[in-house]
């Protein structure tokens, strides 16, 4: 079956994730952003998880090159959540021209040893996408979050597809950007759908109008919503009941 990995940043929505039926979840805060290193609070709370969690170590927006001082924050940031006794982290770094950081993420992976690990969308910014998959399996991540360079999972679909065959089963390729139940026919054609990454969220308003006044609130806040999460699980569904059928 397809493993459904919805992407939180509160506990409202890890809550909604997991009664819509997410059978993992990753964890961050402040989405709008791409998604921050979770707080030790919400980290406390979803260790009591039913379901594997995966927390983001990426302690600010913007690029993924990161100095030797940033290095100590993200390596602290991974013993923390193990610490924590979550399952896994999602990982990532960059040269300057994109390609991946090798020996940053040799030591960021070797201080998760034991942890299940993904390596995040820096991917997604490489040069040479074969290149950097093969450095990924050398050090033993599971999983590859990706949109295949473009702007959503469905637009990448090819590149997805040749990245499926050339990783075969040694690490799974997982769509992530513009997932929703429509596009999970047409990706579920072009590759295998071992997994895929969603945020199943929606325009959050909820936030009081004196907040929104004086900036404590996002305008690009989003909220998870278990609703979405089920559809997504139902396509997800349906289209593996169309693959074992062959329709």
Known sequence: MTLLEVCVDDAEGFAAALAGGADRIELCSALELGGLTPSPG?????AKSPVPVHAMIRHRPGHF??????????????AAMRAAGLAGVVLGASFSDGRLDEPLLTRMVEAAAGMAITLHRAFDIVPDHRAAADIAMKLGFGTILTSGGAASALAGRDVLARLARHV???ITIMPGAGISPDVIPDLSRALPLRAVHGSCSEADASAPENAARLGFSS??????????????????AAAEMGAASGT
């Open 42 to 46: 919400l980290v406390a709370m979803a």
């Open 65 to 78: 090159v990161y100095s030797a001082a940033e290095a100590e924050v993200l390596l602290a940031d991974i």
């Open 219 to 236: 305008p690009a806040r989003r909220r998870t919503s278990r609703e979405k999460v089920a559809a997504l699980k139902a396509a997800l």
């Open 168 to 170: 075969g089963d040694a």
